[in-house]
């Protein structure tokens, strides 16, 4: 007879057992109200799929973000926390929250905000997915290093650090990344805020581990704290077991097995826990007799199925107008033709035949002649809200077809499931009437489920949100300091102009649009121009990139010898005047000086008599000073070849 041992120290810790109670109080308070109040969770309370169906079944929904509640809503913040934006934002909507935050990961988020507004260097030790992790980033608005190894650890460059961790990691990862941090000589001040029922759970699992033959871990399969128990117990024990439930049980391995382990997860129930040991009590310890067996396929046989119930059984007679199906029980089940669905032209006939194996939902457990009533397009129906809830759960993409327009946004259809498009979800710009969408395929993703209602919402703003956001990040990808690009220009500002780099803008500032001096961008640049642009810096995490347009030309005085030479007459624009003289743009970032004296040939007393600014002038180069980047003009050179000739003639 094998022997189960249960860990000392497993199932709910105090944060999720907190939770659950206060989700509890707000669903019996909900109760007794009249006027019923929707009730949701910020993702699934805890990563256990027996308490989330439940409190599903209970009308408590899951949503993502506060968008997706409306004023009034109740919203529960599950044990992992919320980003300190997320409440803002439902006080902004108007939401009753629940705060069931965990208070050791509470005490984290103090710790990180208060030396953020410091001005600290904040490193949070943990998985940079976990929404624990996720929330304390958000104390911090989202400035936090993330280190999930040594060799993140080894990447961070800062001189001094104030360290926090997710409180479900293993204390080595802590010790490994402080121990990186003062081999770089980094200074840190720590703050070890794994939970104690973290390390008593995980210490009793791994003591656990060593002394029987085989290790059942039993949590969800999303839960990150039950991971960490099943990884402490594979190093100990080679027969380790990850389970949700007795559905997953490996009964043919445990059964040669003499001292069995059970240890749990925070999130798992202590009901899952019992029913566990107790199966395997029952399975592995004391097989069933046969007779138990015999009794239990005459009680199957003598019991009816209940409405809406999915039933297996096999086709006994077809004919045109029904299916009558054998499901091993004492009345047959009778599938018409009304509750299937056919093609064109299709007869059941030439969809089932005797002998075939067949799945249907039961509608009537009496249909009047004394069959029980079937039905295949419930059981599809049911089907296509199985993939409703999953594409909820999984965040995966669906195609839906828009069919109607109602008040505040559009019908849409998923197969046999229809859904409601809130007109600000129909686009990721504003749409003010939906008749254009009227007839379109797109792709959505499911923002809420209430199926006990038969409500589903879709969103194709998230869709296009997301796809925004990966074609930008791929032309962040593609973009690199120094790389010369075209762009359009978008926009103006007195202090340069913006450029569309495909997708993502670029700031070209005024000073770095010529080599001369500007006033406003409009003297070089027009609204829709192409141009070519060289990145000069690059800040993906500020969303920021700095461009120049003169840096794709040469500097006008590196090429001085290629373009002008002493005695060369050239042609320039009159730009500022002195009374010593006055200064000619050759080209934009090149000036050259006509002295007083070789302005005419006469005397001049006021310059201002002779030029004027703007004005289009000829000058012969007299001197060209490079190492003082210096050009001296002279006009009245000009005039006497001008004389010269005019006397030939």
């Known amino acids: 007879m094998a022997e189960i041992i249960r860990a000392e120290h497993s199932g709910f810790c105090f944060g999720v057992r907190q939770a659950i109670e206060k989700t509890e109080e707000q669903i019996?308070?909900?109760?007794?109200?009249?006027?019923k109040r929707q009730i949701y969770t910020c993702g699934p309370l805890i990563h256990n799929r027996f308490v989330t169906d439940d409190l599903k079944a209970r009308g408590v929904g899951i949503i993502e973000s506060p968008e997706e509640a409306?004023?009034?809503?109740?919203?529960?913040?599950?044990?992992?926390?919320?980003?300190?934006?997320?409440?803002?934002?439902?006080?902004?909507?108007?939401?009753?929250?629940v705060n069931a935050t965990c208070p050791f990961v509470e005490k984290i988020h103090q710790l990180v905000h208060?030396?953020?507004?410091?001005?600290?260097?904040?490193?949070?030790?943990?998985?940079?997915?976990?929404?624990?992790?996720?929330?304390?980033?958000?104390?911090?608005?989202?400035?936090?290093?993330?280190?999930?190894?040594?060799?993140?650890?080894?990447?961070v460059t800062c001189e001094k650090v104030f360290l926090v961790c997710q409180t479900t990691i293993q204390k080595k990862l802590l010790d490994d990344i402080v121990a990186v941090f003062e081999e770089k000589h980094i200074l840190t001040e720590i703050y070890n805020t794994i939970c104690n029922a973290t390390k008593e759970r995980q210490e009793s699992c791994k003591n656990l581990a060593e002394k029987v033959d085989a290790m059942v871990i039993i949590g969800g399969k999303n839960s990150s704290n039950t991971g960490k128990l099943y990884e402490i117990s594979k190093k100990k024990c080679k027969n380790s077991f990850f389970i949700e439930n007795i559905r997953d049980l490996?009964?043919?391995?445990?059964?040669?097995?003499?001292?069995?382990?059970?240890?749990?997860?925070?999130?798992?129930?202590?009901?899952?826990?019992?029913?566990?040991?107790?199966?395997?009590?029952?399975?592995?310890?004391?097989?069933?007799?046969?007779?138990?067996?015999?009794?239990?396929e005459i009680d199957a046989s003598l019991r009816l199925p209940r409405t809406g119930e999915i039933v297996d059984g096999k086709v006994h007679q077809v004919t045109e107008k029904e299916v009558i199906v054998n499901m091993g029980c004492k009345k047959d089940g009778i599938l018409p033709?009304?509750?299937?669905?056919?093609?064109?032209?299709?007869?059941?006939?030439?969809?089932?035949?005797?002998?075939?194996?067949i799945q249907a939902k039961v509608v009537k457990t009496d249909d009047g002649d004394g069959g029980i009533l079937l039905s295949k397009k419930k059981l599809e129906i049911n089907e296509h809200w199985n993939e409703i809830n999953e594409a909820l759960e999984n965040k995966s993409i669906i195609s839906v077809k828009v069919v109607r327009q109602v008040n505040g946004g559009v019908i849409a259809a998923y197969k046999e499931v229809t859904g409601f498009i809130p007109l600000s979800q129909l686009s990721d710009k504003f749409v003010e009437n939906a008749d254009e969408f009227i007839g379109q395929t797109m792709d959505v993703r499911v923002s809420r489920v209430d199926q006990k209602r038969g409500r589903v919402v879709f969103s194709r703003k998230i869709v296009l949100t997301e796809e925004k956001q990966q074609k930008i990040a791929a032309i962040w990808e593609g973009l690199h300091v120094d790389d010369i690009v075209e762009g359009t220009v978008m926009r103006f500002t007195d202090y340069g102009a913006f450029i569309d780099l495909g997708g993502i803008d670029g700031l070209l500032h005024i000073s770095e649009i010529s080599w001369g001096k500007l006033k406003h961008p409009q003297e070089v640049l027009q609204i829709?121009?192409?141009?070519?642009?060289?990145?000069?810096?690059?800040?993906?995490?500020?969303?920021?990139?700095?461009?120049?347009?003169?840096?794709?030309?040469?500097?006008?005085?590196?090429?001085?010898?290629?373009?002008?030479?002493?005695?060369?007459?050239?042609?320039?624009?009159?730009?500022?005047?002195?009374?010593?003289?006055?200064?000619?743009?050759?080209?934009?970032?090149?000036?050259?000086?006509?002295?007083?004296?070789?302005?005419?040939?006469k005397r001049v007393t006021n310059i201002a008599d002779e030029l004027s600014i703007g004005q289009d002038v000829n000058a012969k180069i007299l001197e060209i000073d490079k190492e003082r980047k210096r050009i001296s003009l002279s006009i009245k050179e000009t005039l006497d070849a001008e004389e010269t000739i005019s006397e030939e003639e």
């Open 337 to 357: 033709v009304e509750e299937v669905t056919l093609e064109e032209g299709q007869k059941l006939t030439d969809l089932f035949k005797e002998g075939d194996e």
């Open 28 to 35: 019996h308070l909900n109760e007794k109200l009249e006027k």
């Open 114 to 155: 208060g030396a953020w507004q410091e001005g600290k260097n904040i490193v949070i030790v943990g998985d940079k997915h976990h929404p624990e992790v996720i929330g304390i980033n958000g104390w911090c608005a989202g400035q936090g290093i993330i280190v999930g190894s040594r060799e993140e650890a080894e990447a």
């Open 250 to 296: 490996p009964l043919k391995q445990l059964r040669k097995c003499n001292r069995i382990g059970v240890a749990a997860g925070a999130s798992t129930p202590e009901c899952v826990i019992k029913e566990v040991i107790a199966n395997m009590s029952e399975m592995i310890t004391n097989e069933k007799i046969s007779m138990e067996d015999f009794m239990d």
């Open 528 to 601: 829709g121009d192409t141009v070519k642009v060289k990145i000069l810096a690059m800040n993906e995490e500020k969303g920021k990139i700095s461009l120049g347009l003169k840096q794709t030309v040469p500097e006008p005085w590196s090429v001085i010898d290629e373009t002008y030479q002493i005695g060369q007459v050239v042609s320039g624009k009159v730009v500022q005047i002195k009374e010593y003289g006055a200064f000619i743009e050759l080209e934009p970032g090149l000036d050259g000086l006509v002295h007083i004296s070789e302005v005419a040939h």
């Open 70 to 97: 409306e004023p009034g809503d109740i919203v529960i913040v599950r044990s992992h926390g919320e980003t300190k934006a997320f409440f803002d934002e439902s006080k902004r909507r108007k939401l009753t929250v």
